[in-house]
């Protein structure tokens, strides 16, 4: 929905970042719904819980027209809870918050906080419920938004993305300091982040392949070198879209509730392997889904099923269902871990 100067200054705080040659835009979602989860061994869980579907935000991006093809750009963007009020990932602008500049011609580089480019471009290839629907995201299994990775989110960062070739498109990026949040002097002693990424989307073929490689700070007291490579396609016959993805975690230092692992040690995995296959095809006004995934080192693996049934452009119901099993590797078993949510999504 595209804001003028008079609609962005309602934000408080940024009526002074609109100029009247800025094409300025507030955007959003909001996503509530009700929510049953159930782990072996524990009380099952119910109520009204937010970003089922997918992540409640808002933000506002920004272009302006500086000549030559060129356009500086940016965006900030809030994540937030339905159910209780609050903002997600501890921060005003948790979600994104960069500036930059971008050409048809010459691609784009933004500066600030962003995603991995697993996380932005490969999630949603490989799997069809991609980063959405709670616990049936591909990333219950898959490793780009693990926690020495600052769950998907990357600080301190420059990327440049390619303008797009027949269908193909490349990135490549650079964190100073990744994750944690504070830099501190000395270049080694900050995580440093190398992206690259390379997708295909032309008709009704997508595939793409990502790569990150962390260098973590000397001060770290286990200093192994994080590595995570993601593979994805889909391809969409029409009456039905087929995904299959792949993904090798290296490095892992953050072992114990990685993929939902419990009392895991690195003793048990540093590393992992994940896959997943799954489809979707339109069914009535909404699209059904159905997925499996599973990570062999962390010992994860889930089934889900799901629809979305579209009240309008904008607004839409959602119900899933998920059942799948984690490890206990201090006892040795695997637990159930189940979830159904049903509930109501809106963009604006």
Not at 41 to 48: A, E, F, V
Request: net charge positive; proline share 2%; glycine share 12%.
């Amino acid at each position: 929905m595209k804001k003028t100067l008079l609609a962005a200054s309602l934000l408080a705080g940024f009526a002074g970042a609109a100029q009247a040659q800025s094409n300025v835009t507030l955007y959003g979602l909001v996503d509530a719904g009700f929510n049953y989860t159930k782990l072996e061994g524990q009380s099952s869980r119910t109520g009204i819980d937010s970003g089922l579907q997918g992540q409640s935000r808002w933000g506002i991006r920004g272009s302006e027209d500086i000549g030559g093809g060129l356009k500086a750009i940016f965006t900030l963007e809030n994540g937030f809870t339905v159910d209780n009020g609050q903002q997600t990932q501890g921060r005003l602008f948790g979600r994104y918050a960069f500036v930059g500049l971008e050409s048809a011609a010459a691609g784009r580089v933004t500066l600030g906080r962003t995603t991995n480019l697993a996380f932005m471009w490969a999630a949603g290839i490989a799997n069809p419920f991609g980063l959405s629907f709670s616990s049936a995201t591909v990333g219950s299994t898959f490793g780009y938004n693990d926690a020495d990775l600052g769950l998907g989110r990357v600080n301190n960062s420059i990327y440049y993305y390619s303008p797009n070739f027949s269908g193909f498109q490349g990135a490549i990026g650079y964190s100073f300091q990744s994750n944690p949040d504070t830099e501190v002097a000395g270049s080694k002693n900050n995580d440093r982040l190398v992206d690259l990424g390379l997708k295909y989307d032309n008709g009704p073929l997508k595939a793409v392949v990502t790569y990150q490689y962390l260098n973590p700070s000397q001060l770290t007291a286990n200093n192994g070198k994080f590595k995570n490579l993601t593979l994805g396609a889909n391809y969409d016959f029409g009456v039905v879209a087929v995904y299959a993805g792949y993904a090798n975690a290296k490095g892992i230092r953050t072992v114990n509730g990685y993929n939902g692992a419990i009392n895991a040690t690195s003793a048990d995995f540093t590393k992992d392997n994940a896959y997943t296959i799954g489809l979707s095809a339109p069914l009535g006004p909404g699209k059904a889904y159905a997925a499996y995934q599973k990570a062999t080192k962390s010992k994860t693996d889930n089934w889900a099923i799901g629809y979305t049934y579209d009240l309008s452009k904008r607004t839409n119901l959602y119900a899933f269902y998920v059942d799948g099993n984690v490890r206990n590797f201090a006892t040795k078993q695997d637990l159930s871990n189940r979830q159904f949510a049903l509930g109501l999504q809106h963009r604006f």
